[in-house]
């Protein structure tokens, strides 16, 4: 089984320093055997901003915690125009990490992280093809019974972003990239960007997606809410590829605490869902809309 923690949209220098404390807190205690972060780590790419996140990633990596990062489309300037084109993510390379398409694997689960912050688009994102081409070939090399999981900042399909079910825009080229993704085996589909939980077999969002279970994650630290959902992350036991049990660990005002407990299980159509237990009232928005696929 792996433990991983999932995080996302972080945005150092619109962040509040409690809830980044009591998240590096609750990680160091619980010590997952991984944590992925999908991107933001800044709320518009300066240099101090990079610094503090830099800063907060080495305490985490200091205390023996192994990470796997990429970036979002926050951590490319905004209004620095001649830095956005000419090198974008140049001090997320500086800073966080060098590479953009990271890879991890151990004796559960395999990895892989792909960078879908884009100059041009803004706050969009999109993946090519040579990064699907990737995709294929890095899970290609896995072993069947491990679990394939592909981390992007911004979601592969198009999500409910509103209480009136209004959907955002997918990723870039997201018809080919499903189809990569479905070609590759992805069992999990793990991303950021709307600062929203949610969950979602891939099949009832696009009808020929393969058999991932999409999990989104809201905002782990910053202070720009939306949907007044409160700051979040994902707190995943990978007991096997059609196995997972995904809890929402949710700010409550003094710390973080469990919202939701639920259980998914793929029956070989379909990912099936149930609460592992009774959530506490705290974050119950985010664990009604998070706790179904």
Same mark, same amino acid.
């Given at each position: 089984?792996?433990?991983? =923690?999932?995080?996302?949209?972080?945005?150092?220098? =619109?962040?509040?320093?409690?809830?980044?404390?009591?998240?590096?807190?609750?990680?160091?205690? *619980?010590? +997952?055997?991984?944590?992925?972060?999908?991107?933001?780590?800044?709320?518009?790419? *300066?240099?101090?901003?990079?610094?503090? /996140?830099?800063?907060?990633?080495?305490?985490?990596?200091?205390?023996?915690?192994?990470?796997?990062?990429?970036?979002?489309?926050?951590?490319?300037?905004?209004?620095? $125009?001649?830095?956005?084109?000419?090198?974008? @993510?140049?001090?997320?390379?500086?800073?966080?990490? !060098?590479?953009?398409?990271?890879?991890?694997?151990?004796?559960?689960?395999?990895?892989?992280?792909?960078?879908?912050?884009?100059?041009?688009?803004?706050?969009?994102?999109?993946?090519?093809?040579?990064?699907?081409?990737?995709?294929?070939?890095?899970?290609? /090399?896995?072993?069947?019974?491990?679990?394939?999981?592909?981390?992007?900042?911004? +979601?592969?399909? /198009?999500?409910?972003?509103?209480?009136?079910?209004?959907?955002?825009?997918?990723?870039?080229?997201?018809?080919?990239?499903?189809?990569?993704?479905?070609?590759?085996?992805?069992?999990?589909?793990?991303?950021?960007?709307? !600062?929203?939980?949610?969950?979602?077999?891939?099949?009832?969002?696009?009808?020929?997606?393969?058999?991932? @279970? $999409?999990?989104?994650?809201?905002?782990?630290?910053?202070?720009?809410?939306?949907?007044?959902? +409160?700051?979040?992350?994902?707190?995943?036991?990978?007991?096997? !590829?059609?196995?997972?049990? $995904?809890?929402?660990?949710?700010?409550?005002?003094?710390?973080?605490? *469990? /919202?939701?407990?639920?259980?998914?299980?793929?029956?070989?159509?379909?990912?099936?869902?149930?609460?592992?237990?009774?959530?506490?009232?705290?974050?119950?928005?985010?664990?009604?809309?998070?706790? *179904? =696929?």
């Amino acid at each position: 089984m792996a433990r991983i =923690a999932h995080l996302s949209d972080i945005h150092f220098g =619109a962040h509040d320093p409690r809830i980044v404390d009591a998240a590096t807190a609750w990680l160091e205690e *619980r010590r +997952p055997d991984l944590i992925v972060i999908s991107g933001d780590f800044t709320q518009r790419a *300066r240099v101090e901003q990079f610094k503090a /996140a830099s800063a907060w990633l080495n305490r985490l990596r200091a205390a023996g915690l192994k990470t796997l990062v990429i970036p979002g489309n926050h951590d490319v300037p905004l209004y620095d $125009v001649v830095r956005r084109f000419a090198a974008p @993510l140049e001090r997320y390379k500086r800073y966080i990490s !060098h590479d953009l398409c990271p890879f991890y694997e151990d004796e559960a689960v395999a990895i892989l992280g792909l960078n879908t912050a884009r100059s041009l688009t803004i706050k969009d994102g999109r993946i090519n093809h040579d990064q699907m081409d990737m995709l294929r070939a890095r899970f290609a /090399a896995v072993p069947p019974g491990k679990t394939r999981i592909l981390v992007t900042h911004h +979601p592969l399909f /198009a999500m409910p972003i509103g209480r009136g079910g209004e959907l955002s825009e997918a990723v870039g080229q997201h018809e080919d990239a499903i189809q990569a993704a479905c070609e590759a085996g992805v069992h999990l589909a793990l991303a950021g960007h709307f !600062h929203r939980t949610y969950a979602q077999a891939a099949r009832k969002m696009v009808e020929r997606s393969g058999g991932a @279970l $999409v999990i989104q994650a809201g905002t782990a630290t910053s202070t720009r809410l939306r949907n007044a959902e +409160p700051q979040s992350f994902n707190w995943l036991h990978v007991r096997r !590829h059609n196995e997972i049990e $995904v809890q929402v660990i949710v700010w409550d005002g003094a710390g973080f605490q *469990r /919202a939701s407990h639920v259980d998914y299980r793929h029956d070989g159509q379909d990912w099936q869902s149930h609460d592992v237990d009774d959530p506490p009232t705290v974050g119950e928005d985010v664990a009604r809309r998070a706790g *179904r =696929a």
